[in-house]
């Protein structure tokens, strides 16, 4: 059974739960590339059991949500209680074919994006932390939360590639 919204919250929240969400975000680029250095693009595309994502398709599945997130923050942040769309991650990954996606690439937008939120972020007054998007499947969601919940994300994609990274 799949699992709901609010579940896939919970899950994502009770990685990061009691640590700091930026530095945790900040770090997770860096991880990413030390758990995937040396390995090679056959490792990379493998997937670890049909119906579950390579590393090549994780890292370009993180691309994209990273570019996603940074348009949420900045539509919640300009426009406090503005409607958020959610978006079929399975969807994109065939529509955008992640399987094809070269990893490299895909690590360094990954990068590049979440520093750029991380700036935006920083640069905001905290009281804006405050505003709020309608999450069209999850309901409220203010940016202190989006920044605990991406934090979690990144901690979940984290354990799956080191654990695929691992089967040589």
């Known amino acids: 059974m799949p699992e709901t919204p609010q579940q896939y919250t919970e899950?994502?929240?009770?990685?990061?739960?009691?640590?700091?969400?930026?530095?945790?975000?900040?770090?997770?680029?860096?991880?990413?590339?030390?758990l995937t250095r040396g390995l090679s693009k056959k490792h990379l595309s493998s997937r670890p059991a049909p119906g579950k994502w390579s590393i090549a398709e994780i890292l370009a599945h993180l691309a994209d949500a990273e570019l996603v997130i940074g348009y949420r923050l900045r539509l919640i942040l300009a426009s406090n209680g503005t409607a958020i769309q959610a978006f079929d991650q399975d969807a994109w990954a065939g529509t955008f074919a992640y399987s094809q996606r070269d990893p490299k690439t895909s690590l360094e937008t990954y990068r590049a994006l979440r520093e750029n939120n991380l700036r935006l972020l920083?640069?905001?007054?905290?009281?804006?932390?405050?505003?709020?998007?309608?999450?069209q499947e999850r309901g409220k969601e203010t940016i202190d939360h989006i920044v605990r919940l991406i934090a979690g994300h990144d901690l979940n994609h984290l354990q799956q590639v080191e654990k695929i990274a691992k089967k040589r």
Do not use: C, E, I, T
Request: glycine share 6%.
């Open 11 to 34: 899950r994502m929240l009770s990685h990061s739960r009691g640590k700091d969400p930026m530095r945790l975000q900040q770090a997770a680029p860096r991880k990413f590339a030390a």
């Open 122 to 135: 920083s640069s905001v007054p905290r009281r804006l932390w405050k505003n709020y998007g309608q999450h």
